[in-house]
């Protein structure tokens, strides 16, 4: 099957840092979603992004398809956007859409 | 809000002792997935209906199934419990794919403990 693949596995930021977060697959995709899961567990979709670049405040995120990457870059680090921030890649089957996620990057935001 | 919930948030069951997970959902989707998601680790997913139209993952343990009684709402039965099974379940929705570029929608998720 597809291989997602994230780094950096772990990021330690201090509060008003930029980081960029990268997701490599090893596949040809339909579609991308990059997604924050907070400290409760819940997983928030941050960017669906085919291909491109897409802005969202402090966020933005830039797949290059052709080339089987996508970056998702946070300026301006706050602490609420510690978390985990997983990539999944998306095939299409059918009439549903099957999600392969990343192994995910775990950002802790210092103050 | 049109959204997707689970209940319970939390659900704390006995080593062996059946157990039923509910999603609902507003957004009236065709399509509604349910993924496993272990400590430390990626979601994964486990099946998705398309309507009625069930489709279960090759690596799915026989011990998970799954129940559509209608659009609204969904079900994930866990027959007999073991502690390896004390994860997060997610579920989500989506219309189906004949539409186009069509992003999964999350619930918060049930974070199922195993005693």
């Known amino acids: 099957g597809i291989q997602v693949e994230q780094s950096p596995p772990d990021l330690i930021l201090q509060e008003g840092a930029n980081s960029t977060l990268r997701c490599n697959f090893s596949?040809?995709?339909?579609?991308l979603q990059w997604f924050h899961q907070n400290p409760w567990g819940q997983l928030i979709n941050l960017f669906y992004?085919?291909?491109g670049t897409k802005q969202n405040g402090r966020l933005s995120a830039t797949t290059v398809a052709t080339e089987r990457y996508s970056l998702l870059y946070i300026s301006s680090s706050q602490t609420t956007d510690s978390g985990v921030y997983f990539c999944a890649v998306e095939r299409v089957a059918g009439t549903a859409s099957k999600l392969t996620f990343g192994t995910g990057t775990r950002l802790q935001v210092t103050l | 809000d049109a959204m997707v919930i689970q209940n319970p948030r939390y659900q704390v069951t006995q080593f062996g002792k059946p157990v039923t997970l509910s999603c609902s959902q507003t957004l009236n989707h065709n399509v509604m997935y349910w993924y496993q998601q272990k400590s430390s680790q990626a979601p994964k997913l486990l099946f998705h209906y398309y309507d009625k139209d069930f489709n279960n993952e090759a690596d799915t343990p026989d011990n998970f199934q799954s129940r559509r009684p209608n659009t609204s709402f969904c079900f994930l039965d866990i027959r007999s419990p073991g502690l390896g099974d004390a994860a997060m379940y997610l579920c989500a929705t989506s219309r189906e794919q004949v539409w186009g570029n069509q992003p999964q929608h999350f619930g918060d998720g049930t974070r199922l403990s195993i005693l």
């Open positions: 992004i085919p291909s």
């Open positions: 596949d040809s995709v339909n579609n």
